[in-house]
């Protein structure tokens, strides 16, 4: 297992404000604003949470790269680009178990692995968007299960 690295905040801060930016340009020329989806960790019946683990900051355990890109495809670059915006600078690493209000920034910071697949209730956009943050900063790194290369992300 390799574990995730969280990026330093100035990293995420400067990709959330140069997005927040853009989307704010964009809609002040006209364009409608980004919607967020509804879609949580659970699609087509299928139990996505252990997905959110290629965000944790420790050994994520079991391979989790085929659920985190299902995940991320559960949605569309339009639900990731707002749930990232309506995010916030000072919105924390995961200290306890995520639900339907973490937020991207949340998601990018990380957590333990069972505090990010605790629950299935997430939105897939929000950890769709806490990959993309976290993938965006140089210093970040998801975390993946070394003993399966074709499962690593």
């Known amino acids: 297992d390799q574990q995730g690295i969280k990026p330093a905040d100035d990293g995420l801060n400067k990709f959330l404000n140069a997005l927040q930016s853009i989307v704010k340009a964009a809609t002040d020329a006209g364009v409608l604003a980004p919607k967020a989806g509804n879609?949580?960790?659970t699609v087509n019946g299928v139990d996505n949470k252990d997905g959110a683990k290629v965000l944790a900051i420790d050994k994520p355990g079991a391979a989790v790269g085929e659920k985190a890109s299902l995940i991320v495809s559960?949605?569309?670059?339009?639900e990731i680009l707002a749930s990232i915006v309506a995010s916030k600078e000072g919105d924390q690493a995961l200290g306890a178990a995520a639900d339907g209000t973490t937020t991207a920034m949340s998601f990018a910071k990380?957590?333990?692995?069972?505090n990010l697949s605790n629950a299935n209730t997430p939105k897939a956009a929000a950890v769709a968007g806490g990959i993309a943050l976290r993938s965006l900063v140089k210093d970040g790194k998801?975390?993946?299960h070394n003993d399966n290369s074709e499962k690593a992300v």
């Open 39 to 41: 879609t949580t960790l």
């Open 142 to 144: 998801l975390a993946s």
């Open 74 to 78: 559960a949605v569309s670059g339009e």
């Open 110 to 114: 990380g957590g333990t692995k069972d």
